[in-house]
């Protein structure tokens, strides 16, 4: 029993380092692996209420496995999206707008 | 979807359609564009006329359209939504046509029409919504259709204008929104019942009611433009002149009024209102908005902005007619909403002609505007009248309604209020109607191009307004007319139905019998504004007076009642009538006689022949009419048409004459109205003693009784001669009749006034003797000469009011001496016309003089003479009240002195150059006067059938002693006078120059400190011996000080309470 | 905390959060943590009667392993949504101006063209002539077996990715994806989702919903198109990347 | 009946139109085909909404649908009952008119991209609005999240790429702490399922921590005030039709699921603490969007600032739906927000458009240079002034009918200080509406030539919408009933509606 939650105490840990990395850092792709690591910690988990003695519960595992694809899908679209911002300019920390508070 | 519920809607698609149709026409589609909107206001009438006559008839019309589960938009029409949406309809189609002319040429004008008619349509729908949440949902659509409007023209000023109109109506419409949501929760759908929803329900907490009745007010007082939330209006101003007229005189402003009349009547109920004290809060602040806008609109030079505060006072009528929660008050305030809506939108098309054509937008460049823009001002002159109060335009009908309503609940400070605003809304307007007439322009014009003044388009719609308004107030008790339809409303809320206790006794009435005397002067006058019957109209201008004449001497006594005019007027012709529609006949024959040789070649002939004629008109309505609102038509007719005759000369002194002339007639006209609608109020029960103090001097203001007669030697001499003789003779009589009417003589014992007529009277007679006696110009001396005749026919009338069963001989005696004295007063005026030749030593010589010597006799009472039976029979009447008899022989020996000073003075005119022959017609005139004199002396008991005791019975002493004193005292004085050099024209300011003065540092706005520099210190300074001299002129001065006269007054007044209250035994 | 987004490699300290807030943040956030996992210990866990259920019906799902099951029976309108997911980021990447693509010579009339002019190292040809069949073998492979073990359409797709990777890296091969084909290849495997969905409606009467008999292979059908399309998405991404122009240079730190 | 058997059919169809509309607009090649294809689908999606919501007005009874025919727990179902009908009609309508809108508004080279992004953002959206599965909620908010992204990102400009990126990473760390929170309901109740987990939920530390979760990733995405920093620059850079369609539906979907999951699924974990603590975050978020938008320079960021405004509003719900301690929702306020859903979706996507056409005319939308526009874009400043109406309010516009159930709810709650903060909020909105009004309006402008007004069609779309705002504030009897349809607990037999 107490192995999974050996699994969900190290998720929740991650889910911590994630999401202080994400808001902590200002460097995008910083933050992109920041929100990677707190997504991979979710999936952790969300995977450790699978075991339950004999039986292994199928669900979560399609799930996490949606998740992953979800999460590369959205990793991705930020990775190109930064990457074309430094293609295209120099000023790399624009302002949006001048009285964006 | 039957008929019966499809028509609300349907007027406001009427509105609505051509308004979003004409947003997609193109800008050059000029001529589609008329059609749609003018086939809109049609169809729009067409709809009203027919909802009108439904209603009228007992059907009921209703909308309801689902809207939220527990409460729907509701269309419901009832006779205040009538009201308001007739007005609203009409004033939108005059509107319009004025819109099309003024707009000419300008841009976007679809964008302009498109919301014009969607403003509309959502005033319509304020007037018609059944409910309170349709009611702030049209209240707040209009907010929104009239701001493009505010700022249609888009430069700085009209967007400043927009914004502030914005944020004063949205806080505005947040708070009715709040306070709507919060009743809705408290006492379910608000629907308009006729004696109020809240009334009915049981539980409701009454300080959530006075805190919601609170938020409303504020969110319906920011359009009603009360004083704190009014501050937008006279800066939207700034909006083009179609949008000011038809938004701040009918369409935003009357929304708010409507909106707090549906408050307090159909959602309170007004006894409810009553009952929670909130009526005093609303009277409270609409008594402060009408005050504080009266006093703005005096310092605004901007005449757009004069008339936008003067629209913020006038609107608060409405809620101070809803505060006073009487029934008759209610009519006030609702026929006020029509009639204000009338006149104001005159004013404002007025104003925009004047911007338009001649870009007049101060009120310093009007001078002279009339004769440039002559349609134009009659229009604003009615209208501005109408304003003042003055009958018969509407303004009048609904100020009296306000004041008989505040009467009956005992409410006299609204009395006060009114009269008040009255004075200060003459003090705004008189001022523009003075300089657009009676001044000569100095700018140069624009030279008038078209054959009109100005646009057709642009002059039709304040005609026809100003038009309406006369109407509202001449037909006002008319089936169609506003007031009758807003009894019907009054009758409705107050769930009885009430009629006003005007004492219109209805008895035999013939035809238009007595009208025509009335209205021949009326028509002949009409002839002369119309250019091709001016000469003719002129000729004839004299024989107008032949119709009266004609009754006055043949026809039997009759009534004739006319239930349409004013308040269903009655004109009767009984003794008193009869007698005094002789004298004013015959004097006005012979004025217009005289007046073709003396005004021959004058330059003004037709402005002075069409003043005579109005007054003449006056004066006959006058003498025959009884009941209140018509006599009081008529006064001020013929006192406001006699300033044109007296100020006809045009000199700088004729000006001024006539400034403090008109001061006069405004106060007596409002003391007038405090005391007539008093006496409505007051009905047939004993006439309260305030009523009659103030009808004692309204009148006596008129009958130049002393402390109120300042303007009487000014004006009288400055008038051409037969004016002045009309003046004199007849005009000065009215006051008499005044009390004659009124006052309940012969009924019930009045001791306070009937001593204070007294001590007045004779006090006049004998003050003005002496002052007569010390004039240089004959003119002067006769009108010093009228105030103390008037003087002791005051002191008769005051017995009369003291010893009521010695009334009916005492009338008689007071109606011959009236007779005597036209008689010879005219006479006299027109013996100095001809004095000139008579001076020449012309062939005529002799004869002329017999001629100013009949009267002079006459007057001083010699027997043989009218004057002596008149003054004989007077002591008869009186039978034995020593005392009386005195002061009247006394009264003799100052009017002798005063006619042997006439003649001296007469001897000292200047010889006139003119051919004998011109004179002719004066002669002619004055010979028919002298002959009346003679025969009224001889023959006069027989023919008018007054029963005078035989002349035989006085004894030959009275008549005779009196005059001889008379002539002995003048010689005596004679030498006194000639040390002291006879006082020439005042060297030193008189009063009067100071109290008028006063009266123009507050009308010009200078608030610079009224200094009373005392000229008495700085002669003292210069030399003694001529202090001496100054001191007596001061002294006789002194005592027509006006300050002093009204202490002098209160003394009076406290002296009489005093003895009216100590037990007489 | 979202407000600044800086890509400029320089570590220059003056964009990072002061240590202050930093300390707070970390605070902060190991509370919640705290929190989080002392909730975690305390609340017990349900019974597992949902996985009961789904390992008693897996006979009636048409493939043996639970998760392809649950992934492409039970729960298969997720799987559908999740390739539409992928679908949307290749649109984005998709058509970049025809700017950028003329840069590269190759023939853009063809999908896959290949260019022999240009140099390719011996070894790494040599290498490929191996690789690339390997390949395409195990993913076939692994496709087969998700119905049994852990395997299925991702792991076949990433696996067939990997040779597309090696054929664009290698130079001498150039994929176009503005045309038809192209855009055709990428969305098979949706189109082909949701055709069995709409054919299942009709033989079935609910939709998603696999005739008992035909499920094994229609699931295998299905998981061969989504295999396809997400190898080509997949590629695609990278293609794109490496076609913006010079990148090589750009990236030089 | 043989409408009984097809109807439950709707609702899988309602999400698969979008998906092969995307699919055929990505293999059409003419721009021509590829928008009347678009459009064609866009009309059949307004028909099925039609046929939905008819069918629940007249039988009055929810509809569940099981996809692949497993039941509840096992597999995926599609619910759909008043409020989420509503949204789905709303949305349909919408997409329909911003659909005519863009058809001509994108260059070739976009439209390629545009289109396909569309559909599936509008799969997305009705995939949400079906969704009655924790997870396949997660999946279709990606959907949602990651298309909008894309969209906003079509600009190609610096600020659109950043902005983009931005709302990029604020979705994915949005969704991740949603998967978090669904990830700790799975462990702690075994069901994915929204009706089983309202029927099995409880007051415990884990579901409140849950709850919590659930509720700060999707406020993330609904940008109420301390999260709203993304929202201003993507709504504000984004295309006309994307922003407008950004603004109305896809920020309300995640308020959706927000009052789904606190009024429905874990109604037993909330607490008036957190209740009131989204009141006042929504009231600040009236008051400080208002204040925004009236600095903002540029049209499309006032916009933008004020739909952080009217989000406010909606937040005021939770404040107010439980009257005063009782569990029990007052339906009425409901209805209320959903009525403001309504207006405020029509009349910012209204003015949103207004906004596009102005700048395509002008080349910018700085305010301060929009001098006389009424002159050169009348039909831009009616669509403009009359979206404001609804937005202020003011009668007779739908504004004011939400405006007047929200005043009436709170003032029969006995909690005036909320209605005190709706009206604050109205005049706050009059201030920055009567701003560009005012500036619009005046026409003392330096160049004297009259601008020839731009006679383009697309004018006329954005202000169907606006008219559409305003006509909505009439008949509200109709919508009321319909909210009333909702699913009874306990759980309903499968297989269908019986």
């Known amino acids: 029993m107490t192995h999974d939650l050996l699994f969900s105490i190290t998720g929740v840990v991650l889910i911590g380092i994630g999401l202080f990395g994400s808001v902590a850092s200002t460097h995008i792709i910083k933050k992109l692996i920041a929100i990677n690591i707190m997504g991979l910690g979710i999936f952790m988990i969300f995977l450790s209420t699978a075991r339950h003695g004999m039986i292994t519960d199928p669900i979560p595992h399609a799930v996490v496995l949606t998740g992953i694809v979800v999460a590369i899908a959205g990793t991705s679209l930020c990775l190109w999206l930064a990457l074309k911002i430094h293609l295209l300019g120099e000023d790399t920390t624009e302002e949006v707008n001048a009285n964006d508070v | ?1065 | 905390m979202f407000r600044k987004l800086i890509l400029s490699e320089s570590l220059s300290s003056q964009n990072e959060m002061t240590l202050l807030t930093r300390c707070a943040l970390a605070l902060v956030i190991s509370i919640l943590t705290i929190g989080l996992s002392a909730a975690l210990i305390l609340s017990p866990k349900a019974e597992p009667v949902l996985a009961i259920e789904a390992l008693d019906k897996l006979a009636l799902s048409g493939v043996e392993n639970p998760v392809t099951a649950v992934l492409l029976n039970f729960r298969s309108y997720d799987t559908l949504l999740e390739i539409a997911v992928l679908l949307i980021v290749a649109v984005t990447m998709s058509t970049p101006s025809n700017k950028q693509m003329n840069q590269s010579a190759a023939d853009t009339s063809r999908w896959l063209s290949v260019n022999d002019a240009q140099f390719v190292h011996p070894i790494l040809t040599a290498l490929l002539r191996w690789l690339i069949p390997l390949g395409i073998l195990l993913s076939g492979y692994l496709l087969w077996t998700g119905a049994y073990l852990p395997g299925g359409a991702f792991q076949a797709g990433a696996v067939l990715t990997g040779v597309g990777v090696a054929l664009a890296v290698a130079g001498r091969h150039h994929f176009t994806w503005h045309l038809f084909i192209a855009r055709f290849v990428l969305t098979v495997g949706l189109i082909a989702f949701v055709a069995m969905a709409a054919g299942n409606a009709l033989a079935t009467g609910i939709v998603l919903q696999y005739p008992i008999e035909h499920a094994g292979l229609i699931i295998l059908l299905v998981e061969l198109a989504a295999t396809i399309s997400i190898a080509a998405i997949l590629l695609m991404l990278f293609t794109q990347i490496t076609a913006l122009p010079n990148t090589s240079e750009r990236l030089k730190p | 009946m043989m409408s009984d058997l097809l109807t439950p059919l709707l609702l899988p169809l309602m999400v698969a139109t979008p998906l092969i509309a995307a699919l055929v607009s990505i293999l059409v090649g003419s721009k021509r085909l590829r928008v009347g294809i678009s459009l064609l689908f866009a009309i059949l999606q307004v028909l099925i909404a039609l046929g939905l919501v008819l069918f629940l007005s007249t039988y009055q009874s929810a509809i569940r649908y099981e996809l692949g025919g497993w039941g509840a727990p096992l597999g995926i179902d599609l619910t759909v009952d008043g409020l989420s009908a509503l949204m789905l009609m709303l949305s349909s309508v919408l997409v329909l008119v911003l659909s005519l809108y863009s058809s001509q508004y994108f260059s070739h080279q976009d439209s390629v991209r545009f289109w396909p992004l569309w559909w599936l953002l509008i799969a997305g959206l009705n995939a949400v609005f079906l969704a009655a599965d924790a997870f396949n909620i997660f999946v279709a908010l990606e959907i949602m999240g990651l298309s909008a992204v894309a969209l906003v990102s079509l600009g190609g400009s610096r600020a659109a790429l950043m902005s983009a990126l931005r709302y990029a990473l604020v979705g994915l760390l949005g969704s991740l702490l949603y998967l978090l929170g669904v990830a700790l309901l799975y462990r702690a109740y075994g069901t994915l399922d929204l009706l089983m987990l309202s029927t099995v939920a409880d007051h415990n530390p884990l579901t409140w921590v849950s709850l919590s979760l659930i509720s700060l990733g999707l406020l993330l995405k609904t940008a109420l005030l301390p999260l709203h920093f993304w929202l201003p620059a993507a709504h504000s850079s984004a295309p006309a039709p994307v922003s407008a369609v950004l603004s109305a539906l896809v920020v309300k979907a995640s308020f959706y699921l927000l009052m789904r999951f606190w009024f429905d699924v874990l109604s037993p974990a909330t607490n008036e603490i957190g209740m009131t603590a989204l009141g006042v975050l929504g009231a600040v978020a009236i008051i400080w969007g208002c204040v925004a938008a009236l600095r903002a320079q540029r049209l499309k960021l006032l916009i933008a600032y004020s739909t952080v405004a009217q989000i406010g509003y909606l937040f005021l719900l939770f404040p107010l739906a439980t009257a005063s301690g009782s569990s029990m929702i007052n339906a009425g306020t409901i209805a209320a927000v959903v009525y403001f859903i309504l207006a405020h979706a029509l009349a910012k996507a209204a003015m949103f458009l207004a906004a596009g056409d102005i700048q395509s005319y002008y080349g910018h939308d700085n305010i301060n240079k929009l001098k006389g526009l009424v002159l050169t874009l009348p039909m831009a400043v009616a669509t403009f002034a009359i979206a404001g109406v609804s937005l202020i309010g003011l009668p007779p516009s739908g504004g004011f009918i939400a405006k007047w159930l929200l005043l009436e709810s709170a003032i029969s709650s006995g909690k005036w200080w909320w209605a005190v903060i709706m009206l604050m909020g109205g005049l706050l909105a009059a201030l920055y509406i009567g701003k560009v009004l005012s500036i619009a309006f005046n026409q003392d402008i330096d160049r004297p030539t009259v601008h020839r007004p731009a006679q383009n069609r697309s004018a006329f779309y954005g202000f169907t919408l606006a008219i559409l705002a305003v006509f909505c504030g009439f008949n509200t009897e109709w919508v009321l009933n319909l909210l009333e349809v909702q699913f009874e607990r306990p759980l309903m037999t499968s297989g269908g509606v019986q």
């Open chain 2, 1 to 1065: 979807m039957t008929f019966s519920n499809s028509l609300p809607i349907l007027i406001i698609l009427s509105a609505l359609l051509p308004g979003l149709v004409t947003f997609f026409i193109h800008e050059r589609q000029v001529i589609l564009r008329r059609a749609l909107n003018l086939g809109g206001n049609v169809t729009c009438l067409v709809l009203i006329g027919l909802l009108i006559n439904g209603v009228y008839s007992g059907e009921v019309f209703e909308t309801r359209l689902p809207l939220l589960p527990a409460m729907d938009l509701v269309l419901h029409a009832d006779a205040l939504s009538l009201l308001f949406v007739s007005l609203s309809g009409l004033l939108w189609f005059l509107t319009s046509i004025y819109a099309i002319g003024y707009l000419d040429g300008t841009q976007n004008r679809s964008r302009f029409f498109g919301f014009f008619s969607l403003c509309v349509a959502a005033t319509l729908g304020i007037a018609l919504a059944g409910n309170l949440i349709t009611f702030l949902i049209f209240y707040e659509l209009l907010t929104l259709t009239t701001y493009p409007l505010v700022v249609h023209k888009g430069n700085a000023a009209s967007l400043r204008a927009g914004r502030i109109y914005l944020a004063y109506t949205m806080i505005g419409g947040a708070l009715l929104l709040a306070g709507v949501v919060w009743l809705k929760t408290l006492a379910g759908s608000l629907e308009f019942t006729a004696t109020g929803v809240l009334s009915g329900l049981p539980h409701l907490d009454p300080d959530h009611l006075k805190i919601i009745f609170v938020m409303l007010l504020t969110g319906l007082g920011v359009k009603a433009a009360l004083v704190p939330l009014h501050g937008w209006l006279p800066i939207a101003m700034a909006a083009p002149a179609p949008v000011s007229a038809l938004l701040h005189a009918v369409a935003v402003v009357k929304a708010g009024a409507f909106g707090i009349i549906r408050v307090v009547y159909d959602v309170y109920g007004i006894e409810f209102t009553r009952d929670l004290g909130l009526t005093v809060i609303l009277g409270a602040v609409a008594a402060f908005t009408i005050v504080y806008g009266s006093i703005l609109a005096i310092y605004q030079d901007d005449l757009k902005k004069r008339l936008a505060y003067s629209t913020v006072s006038q609107v608060s009528y409405i809620a101070l007619g809803t505060a006073i929660a009487g029934p008759i008050a209610t009519i006030g305030g609702m026929i006020h909403l029509v009639h204000q809506g009338l006149m104001k939108i005159t004013l404002f098309f007025c104003a925009g002609n004047l911007a338009e054509t001649l870009k007049v937008h101060k009120v310093s460049e009007l001078n002279g505007v009339g004769r440039r823009m002559p349609l134009t001002m009659t229009a604003f002159t009615i209208a501005a009248l109408g304003m003042i109060g003055l009958p018969p335009i509407a303004g009048f009908v609904s100020k009296w309604y306000l004041g008989a309503g505040a009467l009956e609940v005992d409410a006299y400070w609204v009395l006060v209020i009114l009269a008040i605003s009255s004075l200060l809304n003459a003090l705004y307007f008189l001022p523009i109607l003075h300089a657009a007439w009676f001044k000569t322009s100095d700018t140069k014009w624009a030279v008038q191009k078209t054959k009109l003044e100005t646009h057709w388009m642009l002059l039709l719609p304040p005609v026809l307004t100003a038009a309406l308004a006369v109407a509202a107030g001449i037909f006002a008790s008319s089936a169609i007319s506003p007031l009758s339809w807003s009894e019907l409303i009054a009758a409705r809320e107050y769930g009885q139905s009430i009629f006003p206790n005007d004492p219109s006794a209805a008895f035999l009435s013939s035809p238009w019998g007595l009208g025509w005397v009335v209205l021949a002067p009326l028509v002949v006058a009409v002839g002369v504004l119309i250019p091709l019957t001016r000469q003719w109209s002129i000729r004839l201008s004299a024989f107008a007076a032949l119709p009266a004449l004609f009754v006055a001497l043949l026809a039997s006594p009759t009534t004739t009642v006319l239930p349409t005019l004013f308040f269903g007027s009655v004109l009767t012709l009984d003794d008193v009538s009869r007698v005094i529609l002789l004298l004013a006949a015959t004097l006005w024959l012979l004025a217009g006689i005289y007046a073709k040789g003396y005004l021959a070649n004058d330059a003004h002939l037709t402005r002075y022949t069409l003043f005579f004629l109005l007054c003449m008109a006056g004066s006959f309505g006058l003498s025959l009419s009884q009941d209140l609102f018509g006599f009081l038509t008529f006064f001020t007719l013929m006192s406001l048409s006699a300033y044109g005759v007296v100020v006809h000369t045009g000199t700088e002194e004729a000006f001024r004459a006539g400034k403090t002339y008109m001061q006069w007639v405004v106060i007596g006209e409002l003391l007038l109205f405090a005391a007539l609608a008093g006496l409505s109020s007051a009905g047939n029960s004993v006439q309260p003693l305030w009523v009659s103090s103030l009808l004692l001097i309204g009148f006596g203001i008129k009958a130049g009784l002393l402390s109120t007669h300042f303007w009487l030697p000014r004006a009288h001499p400055v008038a051409p001669v037969p004016a002045s003789a009309v003046l004199s003779g007849l005009m000065v009589k009215a006051g008499l009749i005044g009390w004659w009417r009124f006052l309940p003589l012969g009924d019930e014992v009045l001791l306070q006034p009937g001593m204070l007529l007294i001590i007045l009277g004779f006090a006049g007679a004998f003050w003005a003797a002496i002052a007569g006696w010390m004039q240089r110009d004959p003119k002067t001396l006769l009108a010093y000469s009228t105030i103390s005749q008037m003087g002791v026919m005051a002191a008769g009338v005051g017995i009369g009011l003291m010893y009521p069963h010695l009334w009916s001989a005492l009338s008689a005696a007071l109606l011959l001496y009236v007779l005597h004295h036209g008689f010879a007063k005219a006479a006299l005026f027109f013996s100095v016309g001809i004095a000139p030749i008579a001076n020449r030593g012309s062939h005529l010589k002799w004869w002329l003089w017999f001629m100013f010597l009949v009267p002079v006799i006459t007057m001083i009472g010699l027997p043989f003479t009218s004057g002596s039976i008149a003054k004989a029979t007077l002591k008869i009447s009186v039978d034995g009240i020593a005392w009386f008899e005195w002061l009247l022989s006394l009264s003799a020996v100052g009017t002798t002195l005063l006619m042997l000073r006439f003649i001296e003075l007469l001897k000292q005119l200047p010889v006139s150059s003119r051919p004998t022959s011109q004179f002719t017609p004066q002669i002619i005139a004055t010979c028919l006067t002298v002959l009346i004199i003679l025969t009224l002396g001889l023959g006069v008991p027989v023919m008018t059938g007054i029963q005078i005791i035989a002349p035989t019975s006085i004894s030959m002493f009275d008549a005779i002693w009196p005059p001889f004193i008379g002539l002995l005292l003048f010689i005596g004085l004679y030498h006194f006078r000639l040390r002291i050099h006879p006082v020439r024209k005042p060297m030193i300011q008189s009063k009067p120059e100071i109290l008028e003065n006063a009266w123009k540092t507050i009308s010009d706005g200078r608030t610079s400190k009224l200094s009373f520099e005392v000229p008495l210190i700085s002669r003292i300074k210069r030399n003694i011996p001529s202090a001496v001299e100054a001191i007596i002129v001061r002294i006789s001065q002194i005592s027509i000080h006006p300050g002093v006269v009204l202490v002098s007054l209160l003394l009076c007044f406290a002296l009489m309470f005093a003895v009216g209250q100590a037990p007489i035994e």
